[in-house]
């Protein structure tokens, strides 16, 4: 009887590891994605061994309930201790298999940092139903986004930067009203931001600078009502600069440097809740507006390399606070203002204008 009790007991909890453990689905999917890829230094894939994909296998995470691979997070920079006594940053060669796909309820995707991991983004992305990350900056990544990314209802995060992407913004990018943190940066993505792409409500980073985008910049972002970054620069925008951008709520940073981006500044930028604002290096023209009050607080104001003329607004001594200005390289004239900011600025923030003069310039 007692033989039988342990032959029982064996029996049950075999039942129960079998239950417990990953769907030989998963662990088959798995096993096809690790096989298109090479990582010779630290050696993580060395503990994908075993039946349950769900226990110990670096870098993957399960549903505690369903059992299934709900996230994968292999970051090829981290404070780790595999890193830490490798004494290295990782590395990997190969391409992201199609294979990932077959893991339906991802909800995560991190494949980070690991520089030598190349071809297209598996078009088969778009079919995961709940995916809300997708990370796959610093790597070598070619091709396009895929077409129809805006199947994604429930994504959250999307980062390919720093990689070789190529061909335009897919147009149902816009249709993903989840997005909150979009980083397109550093890639070589061409063409024009999309005219809806205001359609993007919960965003609140965009960072699209060091692409080949042209075209103007769309009047309908400033209907993110939570957006507080927005940065364009180093690209092949033209136009004018939306005066509407200038009145969201909390957009603090508006990078649009290195553009071909013509018309004035909007006086609406200056008494806005923005708080570093650089549109050097454009061929921006006029007067910088003088309405500098109270309400304009920048850590950074850069209006370098552009086409300014005239005096230098006499409303930024009332200003609450100005960091950095830099107003070189441009045709303004007349005496530099006295009093608070210019009392702390160089003399490189004026240089290179028609006529200026003053301290910290040569005497008038």
């Not at 940092?113 to 139903?129: A, F, M, T, V, Y």
């Not at 509407?244 to 981006?261: F, P, R, W």
Request: charged letters at 15%.
């Amino acid at each position: 009887m007692r033989t039988l009790l342990v032959f029982v007991a064996v029996l049950l909890a075999a039942g129960t590891w079998t239950v417990r453990a990953c769907p030989p689905s998963d662990r088959a999917a798995l096993l096809a994605f690790k096989a298109s890829l090479q990582e010779p230094y630290l050696g993580i894939f060395k503990s994908w061994t075993g039946a349950d994909c769900c226990h110990k296998w670096y870098g993957i995470s399960c549903d505690q309930e369903t059992r299934r691979v709900a996230d994968i997070n292999l970051r090829g920079e981290s404070e780790d201790p595999i890193f830490e006594r490798a004494k290295r940053t990782g590395y990997m060669t190969g391409t992201i298999s199609p294979a990932i796909c077959r893991l339906t309820r991802l909800s995560s995707i991190t494949i980070a940092d690991w520089k030598g991991i190349s071809g297209e983004i598996p078009r088969c992305i778009s079919n995961l139903p709940f995916l809300r990350i997708l990370d796959l900056i610093g790597n070598k990544l070619t091709g396009p986004l895929p077409s129809d990314i805006g199947r994604l209802q429930r994504l959250t995060v999307l980062n390919v930067a720093d990689n070789l992407i190529s061909g335009t913004i897919p147009e149902s990018l816009t249709k993903i009203s989840t997005l909150m943190h979009l980083d397109l940066r550093n890639n070589k993505i061409s063409g024009k931001l999309p005219a809806d792409f205001g359609r993007l409500g919960m965003l609140s980073r965009a960072l699209l600078s060091r692409n080949l985008l042209s075209g103007s910049i769309p009047a309908s972002i400033s209907q993110i009502y939570r957006l507080a970054d927005l940065d364009l620069s180093l690209n092949q925008l033209s136009g004018p600069i939306p005066a509407s951008l200038g009145k969201m709520a909390v957009l603090a940073t508006l990078n649009l440097d290195c553009n071909n981006i013509t018309g004035t500044i909007p006086p609406s930028l200056i008494v806005s809740a923005i708080s570093n604002l650089n549109l050097s290096r454009n061929s921006l023209q006029g007067f910088i507006p003088n309405v500098f009050g109270p309400r304009s607080y920048f850590t950074m104001i850069d209006l370098s390399y552009n086409r300014f003329r005239g005096n230098i607004p006499s409303t930024l001594s009332l200003a609450s606070y100005i960091g950095h200005l830099d107003l070189s390289h441009n045709h303004l004239c007349g005496k530099i203002p006295v009093g608070s900011p210019f009392d702390h600025l160089e003399a490189s923030s004026f240089s290179y204008n028609d006529c200026l003069c003053g301290k910290p310039l040569r005497a008038c």
